[in-house]
């Protein structure tokens, strides 16, 4: 595994991996998939989206088994605080959010506390929970790893695939450009596909990975879930797994 300067986590919602690879609606994630590495079998954990925004970010549902709000998980682990004990640093920066550390279930334009993991996790301090309009325009000061989640329309939860595209674009590109050379990775993933049926998992998902230690055109096509990607950014950084994410093993094969 390399070990990146920074990692940033652009999470989107509710479309299969064919409803995204290869449409022309997506013509901005397309192109990174080709400069970056496409992970042809990334599947959810489960529906609706909660239980995967957590799973991704603490290796456990904890319990959530649907979209209620709000949760606080008091003194559980969680990939933020691995981080800090680290010596590293992490924050998430969500679209819409009405303020610094907000905990609210919903407010701003857009914003849903459900797909803002963080959130829950209440050993984090607010300084961790930014709006995205304080994501960093000098890229070197960014955390070691942030998530950005767009709001309830730019993240294709209630528009369409071509908003959430264009949105990417408009507000990552710039980033993923200066990560090409500045040993940094954009991880680009949804939470679930288009079903609704937990009894089968979150279905097939677009994911990608893009950035400075990536092999272009790389394709990845082992069976991967949102542990999966989080015992990959766990390893980068030598942190210990998170609950299932110690029964998986970290992305290979794509690294330059």
């Known amino acids: 595994m390399p070990r990146p300067d920074h990692v940033v986590v652009a999470m989107f919602e509710n479309h299969g991996f064919n409803q995204v690879i290869g449409s022309a609606s997506a013509s901005y ?38 979209d209620s709000c709000p949760h606080d998980f008091s003194g559980a682990d969680n990939l933020g605080s691995q981080l800090v004990g680290a010596g590293l640093t992490f924050t998430g920066y969500s679209e819409g959010l009405p303020g610094q550390g907000f905990r609210g279930c919903t407010g701003g334009d857009r914003y849903a506390r459900k797909h803002s993991p963080w959130v829950d996790f209440t050993a984090l301090p607010a300084s961790a929970n930014l709006p995205f309009t304080e994501f960093p325009q000098d890229f070197a000061t960014l955390p070691t790893v942030s998530f950005v989640i767009p709001n309830l329309c730019d993240d294709m939860h209630d528009c369409s695939v071509s908003i959430g595209d264009a949105w990417l674009q408009a507000h990552l590109d710039q980033y993923v450009q200066w990560a090409m050379s500045h040993n940094s990775l954009l991880i680009v993933t ?42 990959t950014i766990e390893a980068a950084y030598g942190l210990p797994a998170l609950g299932t994410a110690a029964q998986r093993t970290p992305v290979t094969g794509i690294w330059r």
């Open 29 to 66: 994630l397309n192109r990174l998939a080709g400069e970056g590495a496409l992970l042809t079998d990334a599947h959810g954990i489960t529906h609706p989206s909660q239980p995967d925004y957590i799973a991704l970010f603490s290796g456990s549902t904890h319990g959530v088994t649907n």
């Open 190 to 231: 949804w939470d679930e596909d288009e079903g609704s049926n937990p009894a089968n998992g979150g279905g097939h998902i677009p994911a990608l990975i893009v950035g400075g230690p990536v092999r272009p055109g790389a394709r990845y096509g082992g069976t991967l879930d949102h542990y999966g990607m989080l015992r």
